[in-house]
């Protein structure tokens, strides 16, 4: 579970940005804006990051606050796990990143898995539907939904990219560091259970 600090900082923010976006009273939209910039400092200090900085990452969203949707596409080969290598942190994880409006889920994840690794795929099953905040990852601006959907491989091949600096598939004891922002060694070790009893009902929460 994450630090307290933190899930309440969300939450001002949250309260901060519904505020902002039906408040018309120019007194309650100057309140609104305080509770904003005090989330903003809460989260600055607890992350060691600049206030003005998360500031300006709340400042991106607008209307009544939501969740954001992590997609990460589970596609196994020969008993084997699909990763890749992050260029920014030289870490592993699997394909995958925010989902874009006017995606389905499905049409998410098939998208970051090619331009991710190069493959082409068909999403099959929903493996697994988490609260980031819940399963031990560094802490985070937003609040998360991460979604693990599992997925066939129909073509392609493997493919780097400028985001992407190794493509590779891993038996479930050779998983190579993890991009523990993105993935943890636990949700790695839930896929493969998934893979070995595929009537497994998902996962959430």
């Not at 999403?123 to 988490?130: G, Q, V």
């Not at 004891?173 to 943890?184: K, W």
């Given at each position: 579970?994450?630090?307290?600090?933190?899930?309440?900082?969300?939450?001002?923010n949250?309260?901060?940005?519904?505020?902002?976006?039906?408040?018309?009273?120019?007194?309650?939209?100057?309140?609104?804006?305080?509770?904003?910039?005090?989330?903003?400092?809460?989260i600055?200090?607890?992350?060691?990051?600049?206030?003005?900085?998360?500031?300006?990452?709340?400042?991106?969203?607008?209307?009544?606050?939501?969740?954001?949707?992590?997609?990460?596409?589970?596609?196994?080969?020969?008993?084997?796990?699909?990763?890749?290598?992050?260029?920014?942190?030289?870490?592993?994880?699997?394909?995958?990143?925010?989902?874009?409006?006017?995606?389905?889920?499905?049409?998410?994840?098939?998208?970051?898995i090619?331009?991710?690794?190069?493959?082409?795929?068909?999403?099959?099953?929903?493996?697994?539907?988490?609260?980031?905040?819940?399963?031990?990852?560094?802490?985070?601006?937003?609040?998360?939904?991460?979604?693990?959907?599992?997925?066939?491989?129909?073509?392609?091949?493997?493919?780097?990219?400028?985001?992407?600096?190794?493509?590779?598939?891993?038996?479930?004891?050779?998983?190579p560091?993890?991009?523990?922002?993105?993935?943890?060694?636990?949700?790695?070790?839930?896929?493969?259970?998934?893979?070995?009893?595929?009537?497994?009902?998902?996962?959430?929460?």
């Amino acid at each position: 579970m994450e630090s307290d600090w933190l899930a309440w900082a969300r939450r001002l923010n949250a309260l901060a940005q519904t505020g902002l976006t039906f408040a018309e009273n120019p007194y309650d939209i100057e309140r609104y804006a305080a509770i904003r910039t005090i989330a903003a400092e809460m989260i600055a200090r607890g992350m060691g990051a600049d206030a003005g900085r998360v500031l300006d990452l709340f400042a991106c969203d607008a209307g009544y606050a939501t969740p954001k949707v992590d997609v990460r596409g589970v596609v196994f080969q020969g008993g084997e796990i699909l990763l890749v290598q992050e260029r920014s942190d030289g870490l592993w994880t699997l394909p995958g990143g925010w989902a874009d409006v006017g995606d389905s889920p499905a049409d998410a994840v098939v998208r970051e898995i090619r331009e991710e690794s190069g493959f082409e795929t068909r999403a099959t099953k929903l493996l697994a539907l988490l609260d980031r905040s819940r399963h031990g990852h560094p802490p985070h601006v937003n609040h998360i939904y991460k979604v693990f959907i599992r997925c066939e491989i129909i073509g392609g091949s493997p493919t780097t990219s400028h985001e992407i600096q190794g493509v590779g598939f891993f038996g479930e004891d050779e998983i190579p560091d993890l991009s523990r922002t993105r993935i943890m060694p636990s949700q790695i070790a839930r896929m493969f259970e998934h893979y070995r009893q595929p009537d497994l009902p998902a996962d959430f929460d």
